[in-house]
């Protein structure tokens, strides 16, 4: 299949930026819209396509701006619509798209919808906007049904009436402070196709939609006695009755054919931890654009792991007519470059603090750069993390008293959460806060060893994780690697014995994954993960080259 050159989406590298962590204008330890807009030159500069920004709509902070109160306005501690509109054209002048987050599946508790619903009678029309529910047992005193929290606990919360008495149960799958909207309720639908056009008008190229696959529930809210955590797959061929309904389908159905109304391609991606031949249904030509590949980022550092994830993505996706994402961090996750420092999986979301086993930093890194090269030579289009650029780790150090991940707290202080890939990111040597802001405050501290990871210590420095980025972002784009047909090169390396290859364009792709060198094919060399990446004429052990295939 064949496409025209706008659609752009399809080998687009989107970058993610997390407001509260990018950049602080106003000096208030909180990062700001106004210092994205003066930072977005450096995004540029890296070869990234366009940028995602993660929520910064009215919030309480629950989590992380994940509790929308409103999702037609600006926090006052990001900016204003004014400071929305000047990020818009800024970018658009740098030739940079905007994709924004959608958060379809759950609001704020301080939404005026939900505050209505919590003073309005059960039945009400009020809390049908919402999953309001008797409790089972005497007097209801038990939830509704047995889904647990992806926060941990009860996905249920029970309210006190009007008049003073325990009352019905709200569903929450994330936590008590974000009630799940009810899908099933027309005026929720027509809540979000307005949001969706306020911001099409405003100039925004896409949505990110957060949850996409959880909006819809099974009828009767059934029981599901299974965990639901990570990349959700049946249980004897049924999806849990919380995710993956098929109620969703018409929705993004719905949803593009608005964004089909506007020019300039405005895209969809969906946020669903989905094995990749249940994610490729929400791709269809009539639904969304792309859909976020976590069967990938999950993956260990394993190259018959990673081959067969990438056969059975590209296949899912190419069934349907859809282009293949790929990703290794984002706000949710361990960065990769910690948790490549492991042997073996890692969990993910769980946090890592002082007093656990701490990752092999060096290893980390040089792995995670020999990872970037393998995704970045994948055909299909690619997410990058603010920081992973500079080789940023996990901080491992936080204090518990400072950690502000709901799940630290839901999991009775057992899991530490997300924070550590969201501490803000260090732009100079020195300096308050690193260049983050002009005070030395920030809403999460960073280590004292940031400054070494900083944007300026690494410009223009031959080798430093910066200018492999941006090396491998241009070779990406003039070899038309992301275009092109994966073809693996069998007689180079197998899989099951550490080593990828195989060509896209006008590269072919070597990683070694393994612990023993290996020898290297002919060619000319364009990039290497690291400077000893080669030795001899092997390629040395975790370590990744790019070879033109022009010759």
Not at 268 to 282: F, G, Q
Not at 283 to 308: C, G, K, S, T
Request: net charge negative; aromatic share 10%.
């Amino acid at each position: 299949m064949t496409h025209d050159d706008h659609d752009w989406w399809r080998t687009a590298v989107i970058y993610q930026v997390y407001p509260r962590s990018f950049a602080d204008a106003d000096g208030d330890g909180t990062g700001d819209l106004r210092g994205i807009t003066d930072r977005l030159d450096h995004i540029a500069s890296l070869g990234a396509d366009a940028i995602w920004l993660s929520p910064f709509y009215p919030s309480p902070q629950a989590d992380g701006g994940y509790d929308v109160a409103d999702y037609r306005d600006v926090d006052p501690v990001y900016g204003t619509l004014a400071d929305v509109d000047a990020l818009l054209d800024r970018a658009h002048d740098l030739g940079l798209r905007v994709v924004v987050d959608l958060v379809p599946n759950h609001c704020s508790d301080q939404h005026p919808l939900f505050r209505r619903a919590l003073a309005a009678p059960p039945g009400s029309p009020e809390r049908a906007l919402f999953h309001f529910r008797d409790g089972r047992g005497s007097g209801g005193d038990e939830p509704p049904n047995d889904w647990e929290s992806m926060f941990q606990g009860p996905a249920w919360t029970r309210v006190t009436e009007a008049d003073g008495s325990p009352g019905q149960w709200y569903l929450h799958m994330f936590a008590p402070e974000q009630p799940d909207w009810n899908w099933d309720d027309k005026r929720v639908h027509d809540e979000f196709e307005t949001t969706l056009r306020f911001w099409l008008d405003r100039g925004v190229d896409g949505f990110r939609v957060d949850v996409c696959d959880a909006i819809v529930k099974a009828p009767g809210l059934p029981d599901w006695p299974h965990a639901t955590h990570g990349v959700v797959e049946p249980v004897d061929g049924v999806m849990p009755p919380m995710w993956d309904q098929e109620g969703i389908h018409d929705v993004f159905r719905a949803w593009r054919r608005i964004l089909d109304g506007y020019d300039g391609q405005r895209i969809l991606c969906a946020e669903a931890w989905l094995p990749p031949e249940r994610a490729a249904r929400i791709v269809r030509a009539d639904e969304m654009h792309q859909a976020f590949n976590f069967a990938y980022l999950a993956l260990p550092w394993d190259a018959a792991a990673i081959r067969e994830t990438v056969d059975v993505s590209l296949a899912a996706n190419d069934a349907v007519g859809a282009p293949t994402t790929w990703v290794l961090s984002n706000h949710d996750v361990m960065r990769h470059a910690s948790r490549f420092g492991y042997d073996g999986p890692v969990e993910l979301e769980s946090g890592v603090g002082a007093d656990d086993p701490q990752p092999d930093r060096a290893l980390g890194l040089r792995r995670a750069r020999a990872a970037t090269m393998v995704m970045l030579g994948l055909p299909g289009s690619a997410y990058l993390y603010q920081g992973e650029e500079l080789g940023l780790p996990e901080v491992t150090t936080l204090p518990d008293d400072v950690r502000q991940d709901p799940v630290w707290e839901r999991s009775g202080h057992t899991t530490r959460g997300r924070d550590g890939c969201r501490v803000p990111l260090p732009w100079t040597p020195d300096g308050p806060s690193f260049g983050f802001g002009e005070s030395g405050h920030t809403w999460l501290p960073q280590p004292e060893d940031f400054g070494t990871f900083a944007v300026s210590e690494q410009t223009g420095v031959e080798h430093s994780t910066l200018e492999l980025y941006r090396a491998a972002l241009t070779l990406r784009a003039s070899t038309g690697v992301a275009a092109g047909r994966l073809e693996w090169l069998e007689d180079l390396g197998r899989a099951d014995s550490g080593v990828l290859a195989w060509s896209s364009g006008g590269l072919t792709v070597f990683a070694n994954l393994g612990g023993t060198p290996t020898t290297l094919p002919a060619g000319t060399i364009v990039l290497r993960s690291v400077p000893d990446a080669v030795q001899d004429g092997l390629l040395a052990p975790d370590a990744a080259v790019w070879i033109s295939a022009s010759e």
